[in-house]
């Protein structure tokens, strides 16, 4: 009976697999015309500025394999009077983004469908964490002393990757 049991729990752990990674704030500009879907994951006022936490979604069009059809970028917003700072990264190419959430104070999940070749079909949750970009905003803004402190952030965010075989 016990052996009964252990098999499919087995099963079950052996379709899950977790991967970290950091990404690195990206330049380049998200093509605006290609935007499909925009997730407003935080937003705060605190000190006469303005942050914000977006998902943004981009279209790449329709495929007939197992293309990605989509883009899931985290963009980072913080607007002053005396300066704005904004940043954005690339999370991952995609077949279907499905969902994204504040699950803690830096802290955000993103749900998506992708292809991966060695395994096929996966859902994939990917685990956010900004805290160091918030710690590198407050530090640029310190370095600006009382000049004007416009620009792009240069940091970094961790990502854990959890894929778990799609179930059709």
């Given amino acids: 009976m016990k052996k009964a049991l252990l098999l499919p729990f087995a099963a079950l752990l052996t379709s899950v697999s977790v991967q970290a990674k950091t990404i690195a704030s990206d330049d380049k500009k998200i093509p605006v015309s290609s935007v499909s879907q925009v997730v407003k994951l935080a937003q705060v006022e605190r000190d006469s500025v303005l942050k914000t ?3 943004v979604v981009t279209d790449h069009g329709r495929s007939t394999d197992v293309s990605p059809t989509a883009s899931i970028y985290l ?6 009077e005396m ?3 904004s940043t954005s990264f690339k999370i991952d190419h995609v077949l279907n983004f499905t969902s994204a959430v504040r699950k803690s104070a830096g802290v955000y999940e993103i749900k998506a469908l992708v292809y991966r070749d060695e395994a096929g079909m996966q859902d994939i949750t990917y685990t956010v964490d900004t805290n160091q970009m918030f710690i590198d905003e407050a530090k640029m803004r310190k370095d600006c002393g009382i000049d004007f402190c416009d620009g792009d952030l240069k940091t970094s965010i961790e990502v854990k990757e959890t894929l ?4 059709f």
């Fill in 83 to 85: 300066g704005n700072i």
């Fill in 164 to 167: 778990k075989k799609a179930q």
């Fill in 75 to 80: 963009t980072f917003t913080a607007f002053a």
């Fill in 53 to 55: 936490v977006n998902v």
